[in-house]
């Protein structure tokens, strides 16, 4: 079963600052790897798929990362209701897995 | 446009059966695999497992095997997370999600289980 790692579990950063959240598997998974937002324990929403393709309703200011092993979620100008849990999922095979989870505060 | 309805919460007692339902639209139901996807209060994502409504393929991670079962009707594009008796341990809220990368998901069913 391949595993990620995320990082770090929690942060907090001013709005306009740059975050970035980690993710490390523990074998190559090529880029099959997305990113989601979760607000308030509520919906889950896809932000980027296959490791870099922002999703069409995702705003420009987060972008994806990464290949192989190690991927970035990058958040680029951090915005109040940027505030939320961000997860990674790698679906290279079954089973799936999520990372643990990253909740980003902004001051 | 995708969309995944779930059945709404539910409160239950320790021994209970329970069924909950995720019901979805906007796409072809039968061809994308059902993912769920289990959150205990105040923690991460666990992949239970998925489906496959054309044949009814069901697939579980190892530490859910024998605890649910998946379920699919593809004529009403409905998809059902079952079990036969719950534990208190079970409390938590249950998510579907379209696809083997979970491109779409449910809004989720919390799943309350006290005595």
């Known amino acids: 079963e391949t595993t990620v790692t995320q990082s770090p579990m929690f942060l907090s950063a001013a709005p306009g600052h740059t975050v970035n959240i980690t993710c490390k598997a523990t074998?190559?998974?090529?880029?099959?790897l997305n990113w989601y937002q979760q607000k308030a324990g509520g919906l889950v929403v896809l932000l980027i798929r296959?490791?870099?393709t922002v999703v069409s309703a995702t705003p420009p200011r987060f972008r994806g990362s990464g290949h192989g092993f190690d991927f970035t979620l990058t958040i680029q100008p951090l915005q109040p209701e940027d505030a939320a849990d961000y997860f990674c999922l790698q679906h290279d095979g079954f089973p799936q897995t999520f990372g643990q989870g990253t909740r980003v505060e902004v001051k | 446009e995708v969309h995944l309805e779930q059945s709404g919460a539910e409160f239950k007692k320790p021994g209970e059966s329970l069924q909950i339902s995720c019901k979805g639209s906007g796409y072809n139901f039968a061809i994308y695999w059902i993912a769920w996807v289990r959150q205990m209060p105040g923690k991460g994502l666990e992949w239970m497992g998925i489906?496959?409504?054309?044949?009814?393929?069901?697939r579980y991670t190892p530490s859910f095997r024998g605890q649910v079962t998946f379920s699919v009707d593809k004529s009403v594009s409905t998809a059902y997370l079952q079990w036969t008796s719950l534990k208190v341990s079970d409390t938590a809220k249950y998510y579907c999600?379209?696809?083997?990368?979970?491109?779409?998901w449910g809004q989720g069913t919390p799943v309350i289980v006290s005595s």
């Open positions: 296959e490791a870099t």
């Open positions: 489906i496959y409504p054309d044949d009814s393929d069901a």
């Open positions: 074998e190559d998974i090529d880029d099959d």
């Open positions: 999600a379209r696809g083997l990368d979970a491109d779409s």
